[in-house]
């Protein structure tokens, strides 16, 4: 029997994945019976799978984690995820050979996948995903990219949606960081618009994932976000799913539509650490919770990284109906859970994005156990 034209889909959206811990289904454990409950799942690729590849071309240890024996990909069915998004600063830390492998793997798990391509064209085809007669775009970019690494005519890549980086001289100060602008480079957002526009021809809600902004750091958002995210919502983006930075950031309601500027980590561990304590830029110390590093724990991000959510939206052929998240949590296992009304988790994470959001329009009310974000305007 065919759908009625009022019929709804829910979607529900998750950040970074990609343990490096192995079984890895038992990172899925608490958080996939709250996943069963939606039509369909998106999830954030951190990893390639695969036996192919070179030496990573950087210094720092991470690399060695972030290409996987195929066998742990496993995680993927284990929350039962639909759609995945390879556009990430590593799905090239080993070359192209992975992130090949790394589709194929997917597309023979039934996955659909965004963001990443034999060439430009295919990395910046949409996945089309028909549920119950709403057709859904999916698209996927990724702002953190290293000279090489973005698809190109003929060359094997990850769709990009870059920035140029200035930096601006404070006074008086010594040790003072300069200012940091940053400006969405305009041929990208050019294509971003067209690809979105193209998308929208097909199908009946287009959803934009990307990966960008400043990691482990709280509340802050690049300059060149906002743009980006208004450019793509001008175009007819439905809704924005953004992650990267480990840790919620802003929710924003621009012209009805909302962007979600991260959505924070899902089910990843990080690469292992003995020590709590990590620094970026040797400027900003961070510190994980004792509880999270081994022996008793493996998540070895800062504390604040611990709050996070799932995206959910409704949709329906005239649209995206309503957009809210489920506040989550993870434990010193590196596990998500969702966290109810009645925890005081709840508000703890409630009011963190409160917080990181309130630079930017946005409206919360709670509704059982979710946050539901108003769109109306009023």
Same mark, same amino acid.
């Given at each position: 029997?065919?759908?009625?034209?009022?019929?709804?889909?829910?979607?529900?959206?998750?950040?970074?994945?990609?343990?490096?811990? %192995?079984?890895?289904?038992?990172?899925?454990?608490? #958080?996939?019976? *709250?996943?069963?409950?939606? &039509?369909?799942?998106?999830? @954030?690729?951190?990893?390639?799978?695969?036996?192919?590849?070179?030496?990573?071309?950087?210094?720092?240890?991470?690399?060695?984690?972030?290409?996987?024996?195929?066998?742990?990909?496993?995680?993927?069915?284990?929350?039962?995820?639909?759609?995945?998004?390879?556009?990430?600063?590593?799905?090239?830390?080993?070359?192209p050979d992975p992130v090949e492998d790394t589709m194929a793997l997917f597309r023979s798990m039934g996955k659909h996948v965004i963001g990443a391509g034999k060439d430009i064209d295919e990395a910046r085809k949409p996945a089309i995903v028909e549920c119950k007669g709403v057709k859904i775009a999916f698209l996927a970019y990724c702002s953190v990219l290293r000279l090489g690494q973005a698809?190109?005519?003929?060359?094997?890549?990850?769709?990009?949606?870059?920035?140029?980086?200035?930096?601006?001289?404070? %006074?008086?100060?010594?040790?003072?960081?300069p200012r #940091?602008?940053? *400006?969405?480079?305009?041929? &990208?957002?050019?294509?971003? @618009?067209?690809?979105?526009?193209?998308?929208?021809?097909?199908?009946?809600?287009?959803?934009?994932?990307?990966?960008?902004?400043?990691?482990?750091?709280?509340?802050?958002?690049?300059?060149?976000?906002?743009?980006?995210?208004?450019?793509?919502?001008?175009?007819?983006?439905d809704l924005i799913l953004g992650h990267h930075a480990h840790s919620i950031k802003a929710v924003e309601v621009y012209k009805g539509k909302v962007c979600f500027y991260s959505i924070g980590n899902f089910m990843t561990t990080g690469s292992p650490k003995t020590s709590t304590q990590a620094f970026e830029w040797n400027l900003l110390w961070l510190s994980a919770d004792e509880e999270c590093m081994a022996p008793h724990g493996m998540y070895h991000f800062p504390s604040h990284c611990r709050k996070t959510m799932i995206a959910k939206a409704v949709i329906s052929k005239q649209g995206v109906e309503r957009v809210s998240f489920l506040p989550a949590f993870i434990n010193n296992r590196a596990q998500p859970y969702v966290v109810t009304r009645d925890d005081p988790k709840f508000d703890e994470i409630l009011k963190f994005t409160e917080y990181v959001s309130d630079q930017h329009p946005h409206k919360f009310?709670?509704?059982?156990?979710?946050?539901?974000?108003?769109?109306?305007?009023k």
């Open positions: 029997m065919a759908a009625s034209n009022n019929a709804t889909v829910t979607l529900m959206a998750g950040g970074d994945v990609g343990p490096v811990y %192995e079984p890895t289904d038992q990172f899925a454990e608490l #958080i996939a019976p *709250v996943l069963q409950q939606a &039509d369909l799942r998106f999830g @954030q690729c951190e990893r390639t799978y695969s036996e192919r590849g070179a030496d990573p071309q950087f210094t720092w240890p991470s690399g060695a984690h972030t290409r996987l024996p195929a066998r742990m990909a496993s995680i993927w069915n284990a929350a039962n995820i639909d759609i995945i998004s390879l556009a990430s600063n590593h799905a090239m830390d080993w070359g698809a190109g005519k003929g060359k094997v890549g990850i769709t990009p949606m870059r920035a140029h980086t200035y930096y601006e001289p404070e %006074e008086f100060q010594p040790g003072t960081p #940091i602008v940053t *400006v969405p480079y305009e041929e &990208d957002v050019q294509a971003m @618009q067209d690809d979105i526009r193209k998308a929208k021809q097909q199908a009946d809600v287009v959803i934009m994932s990307i990966h960008w902004g400043l990691r482990h750091v709280p509340k802050t958002i690049c300059t060149y976000q906002p743009p980006i995210a208004h450019a793509a919502i001008d175009a007819g983006a009310r709670v509704e059982g156990n979710e946050v539901v974000v108003d769109t109306s305007g």
